[in-house]
């Protein structure tokens, strides 16, 4: 069984998001780029299920310009076997994404897609749900817990009220939350060997999508800072605060 | 113009950020319908008839819709959604479930956790954890939409619409509910309550945590932790408050041995008044605080208790 990580390049997690002075987006000239961290986790999980012996061969797969060659370098440094690069501009919106990844699902023909459940810097949460509705496969979103059992995948989501359990058919769409693993990270020798790995490109054209815009973004803006707060110097001057001046308790 | 709000419940009880989502509803429409898709699940139709500024309450009641699996609800939804120039649902984890599904099929684009309705086309997101707002422009002659319920009041509940049983199609084989595990907590729902009391690694171990339970208790509050009292281990995944878990915005907001990540701050700083109890002074929480008050918390936070009592 085959198993497709797509695969964002994102500002890194660590670094402070500016927003442009004239409103027009988020800073991310000379900004550290990192693999997307759900993308990571989503990653790390196809991995395993290879070293389990359950996969044959975990690919890789990204969208965007030259640089995201970087991220698909880690990926092969972190275990995926093969990567596939799709020649596009770095901010498709997710329908377009999908329906790239659509067609690289139908030429590989994956047992499972495994996606992170969003990426930190569109928060979008679509991408898995999108592509499971396009291919007509059923989805497990936010997993915490992956178990594959003869033709079936069992899978834990995270929802609000708790866990909730699914069995899925094969081929699957699963998109990974925060604990469903703790990804490695990449060694000396691997990233060595990373460079000979494959890496193909695609463009949308030869994948058969035409890539259609819904949305434009108007501006993006800071949200209004709160205005700063006071410090009590004890349990009781913050109960009677909270009591007098909030009007937060009776 | 005509908005389909999906509405979010347990079977039972429908979910008050449903109420928020007919306040949201109506800045893009002028007649505002509620879907309801579950098992047996006509009290939450019922509830959602009473929300004012509702025209009509369609009622899916289907054995197959009972586990809310988007497989079975997005066919009920697309055989409905015709007429409809927007369709909401909350930005639970049922909502971001279903409706990228829901928006693919109809080739349109999906806007998530809109806070802000500018006009009928053009919206208001986070992005970057919320540290950016996005403001964004839809070409889509339908809009499909997951609104953060804490950013629109609740609609008023003296609304009287009419309930009207459909058919749907939801059967089907490529996921199956296995079983679940769910917070039975006695507490208010966290997303939905006034009062939120949460802690954080501050708190050292799981039995610890009962000093903020008790808290809560007092205030009628629920109960929230940071992503790092989470991965501790010292409360469920389901409590959490943050980037990647719930976002809130209540009245009241108390930190407890929380440091203040970005990520956590995403999910919280919204909320009415907070309150940060740190040991800590240099933590960043204290810059998002209203009130701050520096000091051990396994003294404090008895003394409040003693306070309220």
């Known amino acids: 069984m085959k198993i497709l990580v797509p695969i964002k390049r994102t500002l890194d997690a660590y670094i402070k998001v500016r927003v442009h002075i ?29 070293e389990k012996g359950v996969a044959s061969e975990v690919i890789a797969v990204s969208i965007g310009g030259d640089k995201v060659g970087d991220q698909l370098r880690t990926a092969l440094a972190l275990g995926a ?8 501009d770095d901010d498709l919106e997710s329908l377009n994404i999908a329906k790239l990844l659509k067609s690289v699902v139908e030429r590989e023909a994956p047992g499972l897609v495994i996606l992170g459940k969003q990426a930190i810097d569109s928060d979008n949460n679509q ?6 509705a396009l291919c007509g496969y059923p989805q497990a979103t936010f997993a915490s817990r992956v178990e594959m059992k003869d033709n079936l995948v069992e899978v834990t989501r995270e929802v609000d009220s708790g866990e909730q359990v699914l069995e899925l058919t094969l081929p699957a769409i699963i998109t990974a939350d925060l604990r469903l693993n703790e990804p490695r990270y990449a ?18 054209d030869e994948l058969g999508v035409t890539l259609r815009s819904h949305l434009t973004i108007e501006s993006v803006s800071e949200p209004a800072p709160r205005k700063p707060g006071i410090r009590v110097h004890s349990a009781s001057e913050l109960v009677e605060k909270l009591r007098n001046e909030a009007k937060v308790l009776p | 113009m005509k908005a389909l709000v999906i509405a979010e419940h347990d079977n039972k009880t429908l979910n008050p950020a449903t109420r928020s989502l007919v306040t949201a509803a109506l800045q893009l429409a002028d007649t505002v319908d509620v879907l309801v898709m579950g098992a047996d699940c006509n009290p939450v139709a019922q509830s959602a008839a009473k929300t004012n500024g509702v025209a009509k309450v369609l009622l899916a009641d289907n054995p197959a819709c009972k586990h809310q699996l988007a497989e079975a609800l997005t066919p009920a939804v697309l055989q409905v959604a015709t007429g409809y120039s927007a369709i909401l649902a ?12 829901v928006a693919a099929l109809l080739d349109v684009a999906q806007l998530s956790e809109v806070v802000r309705i500018e006009d009928k086309d053009t919206f208001t997101r986070p992005i970057y954890a919320g540290n950016a707002l996005a403001r964004v422009r ?26 009207e049983p459909i058919a749907v199609s939801a059967v089907q084989q490529m996921s199956r509910f296995v079983s679940e595990n769910l917070n039975n907590s006695a507490r208010p729902q966290l997303e939905a309550a006034k009062t939120v009391v949460s802690g954080g690694r501050g708190l050292g171990s799981a039995e610890n945590f009962a000093l903020v339970e008790n808290l809560a208790d007092r205030l009628g509050a629920a109960i929230g932790a940071s992503r790092a009292a989470v991965d501790a281990g010292y409360v469920g ?14 009245d009241l907001y108390i930190a407890v041995g929380i440091s203040g990540a970005i990520q956590h701050l995403a999910g919280m700083k919204e909320s009415r008044i907070i309150v940060a109890i740190n040991k800590d002074p240099e933590a960043p929480i204290f810059q998002v605080a209203d009130y701050g008050l520096v000091g051990d918390l396994f003294e404090i936070l008895p003394e409040l208790e003693k306070l309220l009592a």
């Open chain 1, 81 to 88: 076997d093969r990567s596939i690069h799709i020649k596009a």
């Open chain 2, 237 to 250: 995944n389901e409590l959490q408050v943050g980037q990647t878990g719930k976002i809130v915005a209540p």
């Open chain 1, 187 to 204: 060694k000396l020798p691997d990233i060595m060997k990373a460079k000979k790995k494959p890496v193909d490109t695609l463009t949308p």
């Open chain 2, 90 to 101: 909350a930005s639970s984890t049922t909502g971001k479930n279903l409706l990228p599904r």
């Open chain 1, 127 to 132: 991408v898995g749900q999108m592509l499971a």
């Open chain 1, 22 to 50: 004239d409103n027009s987006g988020v800073d991310l000239s000379n900004a550290k780029m990192a693999m997307n961290p759900f993308c990571e986790i989503a990653l790390e999980e196809a991995v395993r299920l290879k």
């Open chain 2, 138 to 163: 839809s070409a889509d002659p339908v809009k499909v939409i997951t609104i953060r319920a804490s950013s629109f009041e609740e609609a008023a509940v003296d609304g009287n619409a009419v309930i």
